[in-house]
């Protein structure tokens, strides 16, 4: 194992901060892996999935079963982490820009575009080596104008030339989901299957440069850009990965979450070995435009009546709020069908909190996809 230390920009005299990177294997073949966990720095349960990756990987790659390099980023926002409000961790937002940690990654397509016109040949191969040395160009010119900003370039900078990304998050309270590319679906059913996934949300566009999609989004678009003369791969596959709740974070969960990622990795061809049979899939891809996010109509209590997990038909109750003042008891109602996927952990409501998701299969919305 190497540690490799990326020094941020001290954001304040006398302070310093760092990411840390672990790289695995020896290189045989160009094939990268890229993980990491906590980009929002309150989402634990990838930290402890990587503790136990980590042990693995340390002896995959002393039996020499490491096809090329796995590299893995424990705790990707350190930033974030030391975000301590009187006791409360505030990971998701830069309190210095008020920056969500998961949004505004470089979108490369139209610098790629403008770099690759004329470049391209016929050999898919050599095009996907061309396009990640650009990428990689392209991020090396980022002038960062903040420690959020600079952490960003980091981490993007490390994934842009892997084949897989991982990012390792978790909800509220959740069962375990995935995000990624629809053009990604099919090669991600594996790793659905292996984490037992109740969800599989796909988008071509979610809105706002999260890091997945700003991994592998610019495949798909210059595909299509530059037409079927000079083939392109989708080069890489990313994955936003949802391990559950954020209390969901148990021994027993981690080591069955990292084994089933190497068992992906295993089957995928970036770990030597028979991977395990898979298991049968616990839910179909369905688009990120059917997922329903439900709103409080009003401010008051909030009352689950259906738990994560639970199929819920269209027309269905998931739960009430309750105005404590006035006594208005209003039933939170689904008007897509599927499993209730995600849920705040707050039981008090305001008005037009987004409260619970509902994997739909139907696309309906459009615009910005994600939360905030
Ligand atoms: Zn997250």
């Given at each position: 194992?190497?540690?490799?230390?990326?020094p941020?920009?001290?954001?304040?005299?006398?302070?310093?901060?760092?990411?840390?990177?672990?790289?695995?294997?020896?290189?045989?073949?160009?094939?990268?892996?890229?993980?990491?966990?906590?980009?929002?720095?309150?989402e634990?349960p990838?930290?402890?999935?990587?503790?136990?990756?980590?042990?693995?990987?340390?002896?995959?790659?002393?039996?020499?079963?490491?096809a090329?390099?796995?590299?893995?980023?424990?705790?990707?926002?350190?930033?974030g982490?030391?975000?301590?409000?009187?006791?409360?961790?505030?990971?998701?937002?830069?309190?210095?820009?008020?920056?969500?940690?998961?949004?505004?990654?470089?979108?490369?397509?139209?610098?790629?575009?403008?770099k690759?016109?004329?470049?391209?040949?016929?050999?898919?191969?050599?095009?996907?080596?061309?396009?990640?040395?650009?990428?990689?160009?392209?991020?090396?010119?980022?002038?960062s104008?903040?420690?959020?900003?600079?952490?960003?370039?980091?981490?993007?900078?490390l994934?842009?030339?892997?084949?897989?990304?991982?990012?390792?998050?978790?909800?509220?309270?959740?069962?375990?989901?995935?995000?990624?590319?629809?053009?990604?679906?099919?090669?991600?059913?594996?790793?659905?299957?292996?984490?037992?996934?109740?969800?599989?949300?796909?988008?071509?566009?979610?809105g706002?440069?999260?890091?997945?999609?700003?991994?592998?989004?610019?495949?798909?678009?210059?595909?299509?850009?530059?037409?079927?003369e000079?083939?392109?791969?989708?080069?890489?596959?990313?994955?936003?990965?949802?391990?559950?709740?954020?209390?969901?974070?148990?021994?027993?969960?981690?080591?069955?979450?990292?084994?089933?990622?190497?068992?992906?990795?295993?089957?995928?061809?970036?770990?030597?070995?028979?991977?395990?049979?898979?298991?049968?899939?616990?839910c179909?891809?369905?688009?990120?435009?059917?997922?329903?996010?439900?709103?409080?109509?009003?401010?008051?209590?909030?009352?689950?009546?259906?738990?994560?997990?639970?199929?819920?038909a269209?027309?269905?109750?998931?739960?009430?709020?309750?105005?404590?003042?006035?006594?208005?008891?209003?039933?939170l109602?689904?008007?897509?069908?599927?499993?209730?996927?995600?849920?705040?952990?707050?039981?008090?409501?305001?008005?037009?909190?987004?409260?619970?998701?509902?994997?739909?299969?139907?696309?309906?919305?459009?615009?910005?996809?994600?939360?905030?």
């Amino acid at each position: 194992m190497r540690i490799k230390n990326h020094p941020l920009p001290a954001i304040s005299a006398g302070t310093s901060r760092q990411i840390t990177s672990l790289h695995f294997g020896h290189a045989k073949t160009t094939q990268k892996v890229y993980i990491q966990s906590s980009l929002h720095a309150d989402e634990i349960p990838g930290m402890l999935v990587s503790h136990y990756l980590r042990q693995s990987l340390l002896a995959l790659e002393q039996a020499d079963a490491i096809a090329g390099e796995i590299v893995l980023v424990p705790v990707a926002n350190p930033i974030g982490l030391a975000q301590d409000i009187q006791g409360s961790a505030f990971g998701r937002f830069d309190l210095a820009t008020g920056i969500n940690f998961n949004r505004a990654y470089q979108y490369l397509t139209p610098l790629l575009i403008e770099k690759l016109t004329g470049r391209l040949g016929s050999n898919e191969r050599e095009n996907t080596a061309l396009i990640r040395r650009e990428a990689l160009a392209i991020l090396a010119q980022w002038q960062s104008s903040n420690e959020a900003s600079a952490l960003k370039k980091t981490l993007q900078s490390l994934a842009i030339d892997a084949d897989i990304v991982l990012d390792l998050h978790c909800d509220n309270q959740a069962v375990m989901h995935l995000y990624t590319g629809t053009p990604l679906a099919k090669a991600t059913m594996p790793l659905a299957r292996y984490l037992g996934a109740r969800a599989l949300l796909l988008s071509v566009l979610s809105g706002d440069d999260p890091f997945d999609e700003s991994c592998s989004r610019h495949w798909w678009e210059l595909a299509q850009h530059f037409g079927s003369e000079t083939p392109i791969a989708l080069g890489c596959q990313a994955v936003t990965i949802e391990l559950r709740g954020e209390s969901d974070l148990t021994h027993g969960f981690a080591l069955q979450d990292a084994n089933a990622i190497l068992q992906f990795l295993m089957q995928a061809g970036h770990i030597d070995g028979d991977a395990m049979p898979m298991p049968e899939a616990l839910c179909q891809a369905t688009p990120l435009e059917g997922s329903e996010p439900i709103s409080a109509p009003h401010a008051g209590a909030l009352v689950f009546t259906k738990n994560v997990g639970d199929l819920v038909a269209a027309g269905e109750s998931i739960g009430d709020v309750i105005d404590p003042i006035s006594g208005k008891v209003t039933p939170l109602i689904s008007s897509v069908a599927g499993v209730l996927y995600a849920r705040v952990a707050r039981r008090y409501a305001q008005h037009g909190m987004r409260v619970a998701k509902i994997a739909g299969a139907l696309a309906y919305r459009s615009g910005n996809l994600l939360s905030m």
